[in-house]
């Protein structure tokens, strides 16, 4: 099983840019679809972003298409996100996931590994 490690959050003032990172053990991680979620306080976490095992393929939510972008170096087992032009609306807790199955019909993730410890981004007005 993939154990995964993010870092990278912080507090950043609106407009600004953070890179988060995603360490992966194990050798199948470039076999993998990889994506990132959100959770937001009183919130359900949502999607925000996936890659193909490639890094030829990429997927964004609508809330944050032409601010974010997915990336992966499968020799670093690393996947990354890099999150500009933040608002408020973005501060939530940061996760990466394996996907497991994906609906290409929707181009959306449906199934998972486990999750890590996340991490924190904090956008101030």
């Known amino acids: 099983q993939v154990q995964l490690v993010e870092s990278g959050g912080g507090l950043a003032q609106a407009g600004g840019s953070l890179r988060l990172s995603c360490v992966a053990s194990?050798?199948?991680?470039?076999?993998?679809?990889m994506s990132w979620f959100r959770q937001a306080p009183g919130k359900e976490r949502e999607f925000v972003a996936a890659i193909s095992s490639s890094g030829g393929n990429t997927y964004y939510a609508d809330s944050v298409k032409g601010r974010f972008t997915i990336s992966r170096d499968n020799d670093k087992n690393t996947v990354y996100l890099q999150v500009n032009s933040l608002k408020p609306e973005d501060t939530a807790v940061y996760y990466c996931?394996?996907?497991?199955?994906?609906?290409?019909?929707?181009?959306?993730?449906?199934?998972?590994?486990?999750w890590g410890q996340g991490t924190q981004v904090t956008v101030s007005a």
């Open positions: 194990g050798r199948t991680f470039r076999s993998y679809f």
């Open positions: 996931n394996t996907i497991t199955r994906w609906d290409a019909r929707t181009a959306t993730p449906i199934g998972f590994g486990s």
